[in-house]
């Protein structure tokens, strides 16, 4: 039976000098635990909070502290019955998002950091309060998780998916339109499923929302799993929808006009009808009963488990300056990984490689790599004796870390707001990431990026990370290269190919790369 959700709030909140005494302390407590998490790890939160304020794909987190304060204030009586004491095996958890954060940290990948800053907040809870209340709060505590920005990980495979989606619904409107990777080119023109129209803004905050009310909302777990899935796939689905209308509208009022239409109609209109549909079709099946309580405080306190787990206690002074001490020990860690520097040398060329020779750099439409914090950058051309070109770009890094991640978002083969766009994967490479862009002139063009350090050569950006990671935590400096070898490609029907040959006749006269890549870099 559908029911109101609020009314599982509570008639009566015990705030400010109403609070049960046994309470004040733990509150206190928690206050000093959170002003020190602030205060040691404000450069996360800051981040974050950009991400939210700033990025339209982020912007519902903003709501998620108010949805955790009322789920907490939804537990307000069954609280009032518990007693929080300090939980030393807390201490254990919260060493274990201590490392999760100081992994991010080391690898420089601000997913990974920033959950470590929000589990650290979850685990300090649990040190503070221990494990009654904590299990009273589990559901508020983890919904904390939803304040890490996450989605921009998995775009290019939405990207594919919508327009994999989009050019069957085109065909089955009996619309001629041909696809290449992102692209599909109609009568109408050319359309691009970007970035902003993968749809992750929409699946991410109809997951946050999906999790929400498949708690407030449903009891049984077999029902709550289903409401999941169709939070996932109705935002797909309906993006691949969305995109194929404004294709199918450009067809017969321009592709101007129903790009505009598509972000009015999407942007307000269709994201509410969408979200009303799938809490339409969820409603009848809503199982908690009106006024039903979110948690059962007497079970809580006659758990035989929790009673043993309780009985692992710290005092509270204690807990904080344990906390303190192993908060301020990563960040000084970090620190030191951060100062880290290898010797490079005072100036780079690029190398001779047999069967090629230089050439001046005249790409039909500028194409520049981006490697911030680099010490050395080198771009150019070589052609054979045919005359076949092959551009090639290498940057070396004295260490990695922020400001200067080889493989970091922006970095690399295409920058943003360039004028290039992913296209593709390209071939596939033992050793490279290989990508087809396309300008905003009509250029296509192959990529295929390689990185170094050490004895590691891979195309990987998580392996080079891995790498990055080990020599961080040893405090060791190691230099990091890339290098990427680019061909335009002819306009033909096999381009593409032409492109991959070109660059693997480089590859194949310059020998092994990463020798190639050691000289270049000057280590050898």
């Not at 942007?267 to 948690?295: E, Q, S």
């Not at 593709?424 to 990508?435: E, F, L, M």
């Not at 060791?476 to 033909?492: F, H, N, W």
């Amino acid at each position: 039976m559908p029911h109101d959700v609020t009314a599982a709030l509570p008639q009566r909140l015990n705030l400010g000098w109403h609070l049960p005494w046994q309470w004040r302390a733990p509150l206190l407590h928690l206050a000093i635990a959170g002003l020190l998490l602030a205060v040691l790890f404000r450069a996360d939160w800051a981040a974050m909070a950009r991400q939210w304020w700033n990025s339209s794909t982020y912007n519902h987190i903003l709501l998620i502290p108010a949805i955790v304060v009322w789920l907490v204030l939804q537990r307000a009586d069954a609280l009032a019955k518990l007693t929080a004491a300090g939980w030393w095996p807390g201490v254990v958890l919260f060493g274990a998002a201590l490392l999760t954060w100081l992994l991010g940290a080391m690898s420089d990948v601000a997913l990974v950091r920033q959950l470590g800053a929000v589990a650290l907040v979850i685990a300090a809870v649990l040190v503070l309060v221990g494990p009654r209340v904590g299990a009273a709060l589990t559901f508020p505590l983890g919904y904390l998780l939803f304040l890490v920005p996450f989605g921009d990980e998995i775009v290019p495979q939405l990207q594919m998916v919508t327009a994999g989606l989009t050019i069957a619904l085109v065909h089955l409107s009996a619309i001629p339109a041909v696809i290449d990777g992102v692209f599909i080119a109609t009568p109408a023109g050319l359309f691009e499923v970007a970035e902003a129209c993968s749809g992750v803004k929409f699946l991410v905050a109809m997951i946050a929302l999906g999790v929400l009310v498949a708690n407030v909302g449903f009891v049984s777990w077999r029902r709550r799993c289903a409401f999941l899935v169709l939070c996932v796939a109705m935002p797909v689905l309906a993006n691949g929808v969305r995109a194929w209308g404004t294709i199918y509208l450009a067809q017969y009022v321009g592709a101007a006009k129903a790009s505009g239409f598509d972000h009015i109609v999407y942007g307000w209109l269709f994201f509410a009808l969408v979200v009303a549909a799938t809490l339409g079709i969820a409603w009848r099946f809503f199982d908690r009963p009106v006024g039903a309580a979110m948690i059962d405080a007497d079970a809580i306190s006659a758990s035989r488990l929790i009673d043993k787990l309780a009985a692992l206690r710290i005092g509270a002074a204690p807990a904080l300056l344990l906390l303190l001490a192993l908060g301020v020990g990563a960040k000084s860690w970090v620190a030191a990984a951060d100062g880290i520097a290898a010797p490079l040398p005072q100036q780079l060329f690029l190398p001779e490689v047999p069967g090629w020779h230089r050439a001046d750099y005249q790409p039909r439409e500028w194409w520049q790599p981006r490697a911030s914090g680099a010490g050395h950058r080198l771009l150019g051309r070589y052609a054979d004796a045919n005359g076949r070109p092959i551009d090639v770009f290498f940057a070396l890094y004295a260490s990695q870390g922020p400001g200067r991640e080889a493989g970091g978002f922006g970095e690399g083969a295409l920058r943003p707001d360039s004028g290039w766009a992913w296209q593709s994967p390209g071939p596939a490479s033992v050793h490279a990431t290989s990508d087809r862009l396309l300008g905003s002139g009509g250029t296509a063009r192959l990529t295929q990026t390689t990185y170094r350090t050490g004895p590691l050569l891979t195309g990987s950006i998580a392996r080079l990370r891995l790498a990055s990671l080990q020599d961080r935590l040893l405090l060791r400096a190691r230099p990091t290269m890339v290098l990427i070898l680019s061909a335009e490609e002819k306009p033909g029907q096999s381009s593409a190919e032409s492109a991959a040959q070109s660059v693997s006749a480089f590859q194949r006269a310059a020998g092994p790369l990463g020798p190639w890549m050691d000289r270049t870099a000057g280590l050898r």
